[in-house]
């Protein structure tokens, strides 16, 4: 069965330094997405990504945060300079539609 | 500002039996509703969803309801196993959206003893 895949499944970086979390959707989705889940809390919409261009964005998603979809394959989240409360596991998905996502298994970030 | 709530943060049954996992909304502009399965170290996988149009949907041995005049779905699990044994999370999806944004709920545990 076709996965969501991410890499790297666990990142450590310092606070202040940029991180790029990578996932490489299913070949044939068209919509993209990032959540993320801080220990213990509820699953977060951060973002979402059609047709090459941010279709949605939530207030966490601040001028700290961008996504690309550089090559036509992979799919980036960057956080230019991290802080504590950024630590969290974040979750890539696809779906073909707006329907019916597919997650991928996660990028835990742990900023010291 | 919690939109979706699962009220109640863990359940515990017996192999065999019913389990039963309840979902409350607020916005009444949610028009489709989804259920997910998460296992540590993995992401949400999809269980089931519904659409607001019906009340009922059903896939083996997951049933999602839905009651929209008391903003509420719950999922059953019937018969109940031991592999079911996850955290599950329902979210909803705004109608006038397109983009595909859910809004999730903190999650239930279940257990499921052999």
């Known amino acids: 069965e076709p996965e969501v895949t991410q890499t790297p499944s666990h990142q450590v970086t310092q606070m202040g330094q940029e991180v790029i979390l990578r996932c490489v959707p299913i070949?044939?989705?068209?919509?993209f997405y990032w959540y993320r889940q801080i220990l213990g809390q509820k699953v977060e919409f951060l973002v979402s990504?059609?047709?090459?261009?941010?279709?949605?964005k939530s207030e966490i998603f601040d001028d700290q945060f961008s996504v690309e979809r550089p090559d036509g394959s992979n799919f980036t989240l960057k956080i230019r300079s991290t802080k504590l409360e950024d630590s969290a596991m974040y979750f890539c998905?696809?779906?073909?539609?707006?329907?019916?996502?597919?997650f991928g298994s996660g990028t835990r970030l742990t900023v010291v | 500002d919690q939109q979706v709530k699962q009220n109640s943060p863990s359940l515990s049954v017996q192999e065999g039996r019913i389990s039963i996992l309840n979902c409350d909304y607020t916005?009444?502009?949610?028009?489709?509703f989804l259920w997910y399965k998460k296992y540590p170290a993995e992401g949400p996988t999809f269980l089931i969803s519904?659409?607001?149009?019906?009340d009922k949907n059903e896939d083996g041995r997951f049933t999602v309801f839905l009651n929209k005049s008391a903003k509420h779905l719950s999922l059953h699990i019937v018969p109940s196993q031991p592999g079911d044994s996850a955290v599950y999370f329902c979210?909803?999806?705004?109608?006038?959206?397109?983009?595909?944004?859910?809004?999730f709920g903190q999650g239930t545990t279940l257990q499921v003893k052999p």
């Open positions: 998905a696809s779906s073909p539609t707006p329907y019916g996502y597919t």
């Open positions: 070949s044939n989705h068209l919509y």
């Open positions: 990504f059609y047709n090459n261009e941010i279709s949605e």
């Open positions: 916005n009444s502009m949610f028009d489709y």
């Open positions: 519904i659409s607001s149009i019906k």
């Open positions: 979210a909803a999806e705004h109608g006038s959206s397109n983009t595909g944004k859910l809004i």
